[in-house]
């Protein structure tokens, strides 16, 4: 392999449209025209905004050249990203990581917050395979949920949406494991996927992992590289790189993993508590 390879081949695009998503969460749009790049639902990209930082964001929207990465405000280099205006300019990396595996015929998928980011593209790769797919969208408020409106407009008949708020602003009134509990009643799926807050994947792999479903989530960790050089992203105990083993993990993968649900390291190491 290559360095250029192994670095993502960094390229410099640049941004034609910000989308909305929420008060707080945009999609920011760009073109790769030209680029030879290769992409699975799950994968990531290394973002480089100028004079700020590098960070990796979930590969949201797929429809080359026309390619998105939705972002919420967290922080500096979050920050300047949602704050970038047409025309300018940014460089990515990748696409990296694992994806998700589309072999399934009835899915269960469920996103809270932005953690929707990589499963919008996995929803339409499940649905062109004729998957029966049922959606939940879930977030604090019914203003926070993201692609809501999106998927409410979906009229396939293998695709059912269900929403969950904290507040009960709209669907499920509580947080996104009650809600799958109340599905589980009425409804069996042979693949739960999901990506968000990682307390609440943990509950969703508690609440299964003694059913035959099979699991799999998109983890989050912190990244300097985002092509297995740094080791910052490593998993307790078994070293696991989260930038190139993951960052989608099975049912099986995670209960190797100690620190799931538990804790992640910050940029220097330490250990920090979900």
Do not use: H
């Not at 072999?103 to 499963?119: D, H, N, Y």
């Not at 042979?190 to 969703?204: K, N």
């Amino acid at each position: 392999m290559s360095m250029d390879d192994l670095m993502g081949n960094p390229i410099s695009v640049k941004v034609s449209e910000l989308v909305n998503e929420t008060e707080s969460v945009s999609t920011i749009i760009f073109d790769i025209k030209g680029a030879d790049f290769n992409f699975a639902p799950g994968q990531f990209l290394m973002i480089w905004i100028p004079g700020v930082d590098e960070i990796p964001m979930s590969i949201s929207l797929w429809e080359p050249p026309k390619v998105g990465i939705t972002v919420l405000p967290v922080g500096e280099a979050t920050d300047s990203l949602t704050s970038l205006q047409p025309n300018d300019w940014i460089g990515i990396r990748g696409p990296f990581g694992s994806s998700f595996t589309l072999e399934s015929q009835k899915a269960l998928v469920v996103g809270g917050g932005v953690g929707m980011a990589p499963l919008r593209p996995l929803a339409v790769a499940l649905l062109k395979k004729e998957v029966e797919v049922t959606l939940v969208i879930a977030a604090k408020t019914k203003q926070d949920l993201i692609f809501f409106e999106e998927f409410s407009q979906v009229s396939d008949t293998k695709f059912t949406l269900r929403t969950s708020t904290d507040d009960g602003s709209v669907g499920f009134k509580g947080l996104a494991t009650d809600a799958v509990k109340e599905i589980l009643k009425e409804n069996e799926f042979d693949t739960l996927y999901t990506c968000g807050p990682e307390l609440m994947m943990r509950g969703l792999y508690d609440g299964t992992k003694d059913s035959r479903m099979s699991f799999q989530a998109s983890l989050e960790r912190f990244m300097k590289c985002g092509c297995g050089i740094c080791g910052t992203c490593a998993l307790d105990p078994t070293g696991s790189l989260v930038c190139v083993d993951g960052p989608v993990y099975t049912g099986n993968n995670l209960s190797k993993i100690s620190e799931f649900g538990k804790y992640y390291r910050d940029a220097m190491g330490g250990k920090k508590k979900f």
